[in-house]
Structures are given as C-alpha cells and as structure tokens.
C-alpha cells in the first residue's frame, strides 16, 4: 500500500484526522513523529527524532522514508513537512489550514495548558518562534501538487474529499477543542488583535490565502 502522508500544520484540526487515522489504518501501519516522548510519536520515530543526536537531520528523514517503505506503512503524520522525507509523494499528501489569527490563539492556548509558557498572549504573540507557524510546518511542500488541500472551515467536507480521493474510510471527528474556561477565560480577538496578528505573520497569511483559493477551486466554488 502506498502511504498517505499527512501534513499536520498545529491546531489546524489534524488532531481530529490523527485520530480518525487510527480508527481506520491498524497501530503498526501507523507512523508519527512528533515531540520528545509524546503519546502521539511513534516509538522508531521517537528514538531517531530525539534520541540520536549522532545523526544528521538528513539521515533522520532518510531513515524515516526507510522505516515507511519497509514496513508498509500506510499513514504518515507529522508536525514535520513530509516534503522532506525521501519517499514522498505529493500526489498522496494532504494537510489542513486555518486562518491565521485563529489558529495562533488555539496554539497559545495550548501551551499554556501544557504549562509551556506563562508569557501574555502579546508576549508569546511577538516571539519570532511563535509567528509564520503554518509556514514553517508546511515546510518546501508545494500546495499546487499536494493531493488534497483543505481548510479548517469546512472540515467535514474535506474529510468527504480525503476518503473520495484516496479511498479511504476516515470518520469525521471532532477532538481537541478548547475548554469552555479556556474560551471564557483566554484572550479574545477583535479586529485590531486580528489585524496584528496577520501583521506579525504575513507568511502564513499568504499560505492561507492560497490554500482557501485551491481550496475553493477543487470544490468549484
């Protein structure tokens, strides 16, 4: 089975895909790479990504292509570009976006939640490692030949698309949603939040952009 590699840009509702994979595809067809010692990283992915500092990050995604061939992996899932790996196969991939103000506020609430920062919203906002994160995440992959493109939005119709395009069975799910005392508690946005933070992210603005116009076009709207 060729493997679907799934571009997981943070808080863009791929938790809810992740989740579903696994309803589908059985735990050894599984691999993801995520962080150091997470529930979500797979055990190989986890002790080339993070426990071997001998090893370039060339040769890390060279043995995670590896690893995906020879045991017939059937779904890829990364915080990661699958761009980079080796095998891949931009006809075979697929990632979700979110607009931008939108999806920086569910990553700050988040590692709030996970006791990552104590830093205001403004402060985390402006850190340089903190901005163009769905960008970054996309990596060198190119949303022109990426096999399907979808937006947070209209979530259960690029589900619809996913299983239409490549035959699968993905369920539509729902996880991972904000707390209601994180939404009546945390920062909101109002139109001047909104328009800094675009400001101070013009590279996923632009992505988001063209992943609504690919978007838009695939479904013929």
Same mark, same amino acid.
């Given at each position: 089975?060729?493997?679907?590699?799934?571009?997981?840009?943070?808080?863009?509702?791929?938790?809810?895909?992740?989740?579903?994979?696994?309803?589908?595809?059985?735990?050894?067809?599984?691999?993801?790479?995520?962080?150091?010692?997470?529930?979500?990283?797979?055990?190989?992915?986890?002790?080339?990504?993070?426990?071997?500092?001998?090893?370039?990050?060339?040769?890390?995604?060279?043995?995670?292509?590896?690893?995906?061939?020879?045991?017939?992996?059937?779904?890829?899932? /990364?915080?990661?570009?699958?761009?980079? =790996?080796?095998?891949?196969?931009? %006809? #075979?991939?697929? $990632? &979700?976006?979110?607009?931008?103000?939108?999806?920086?506020?569910?990553?700050?609430?988040?590692?709030?939640?996970?006791?990552?920062?104590?830093?205001?919203?403004?402060?985390?906002?402006?850190?340089?490692?903190?901005?163009?994160?769905?960008?970054?995440?996309?990596?060198?992959?190119?949303?022109?030949?990426?096999?399907?493109?979808?937006?947070?939005?209209?979530?259960?119709?690029?589900?619809?698309?996913?299983?239409?395009?490549?035959?699968?069975?993905?369920?539509?799910?729902?996880?991972?949603?904000?707390?209601?005392? /994180?939404?009546?508690?945390?920062?909101? =946005?109002?139109?001047?939040?909104? %328009? #800094?933070?675009? $400001? &101070?992210?013009?590279?996923?603005?632009?992505?988001?952009?063209?992943?609504?116009?690919?978007?838009?076009?695939?479904?013929?709207?």
């Amino acid at each position: 089975m060729a493997p679907l590699f799934f571009i997981h840009l943070p808080k863009t509702g791929g938790t809810s895909l992740r989740h579903a994979a696994a309803q589908v595809f059985p735990p050894d067809k599984l691999l993801m790479a995520y962080g150091r010692d997470a529930k979500t990283t797979s055990p190989f992915a986890n002790k080339i990504m993070h426990y071997s500092p001998e090893m370039p990050i060339e040769r890390k995604v060279v043995a995670l292509a590896e690893y995906i061939i020879e045991h017939d992996i059937a779904f890829f899932s /990364s915080h990661m570009s699958a761009a980079y =790996l080796p095998c891949y196969d931009p %006809a #075979r991939a697929f $990632a &979700l976006f979110r607009p931008v103000p939108d999806q920086i506020l569910s990553y700050y609430a988040f590692q709030k939640a996970q006791g990552r920062t104590a830093e205001s919203f403004e402060e985390f906002t402006e850190r340089p490692e903190n901005r163009n994160i769905q960008a970054r995440s996309f990596g060198i992959a190119d949303i022109e030949t990426v096999g399907v493109v979808g937006i947070l939005a209209d979530y259960d119709r690029f589900v619809a698309r996913l299983n239409e395009r490549f035959g699968t069975s993905f369920p539509v799910l729902h996880r991972n949603k904000r707390s209601i005392v /994180s939404r009546l508690t945390g920062p909101s =946005l109002d139109e001047a939040a909104r %328009a #800094r933070l675009e $400001a &101070l992210n013009p590279e996923d603005v632009e992505l988001y952009r063209r992943a609504e116009a690919r978007w838009r076009r695939d479904v013929g709207e």
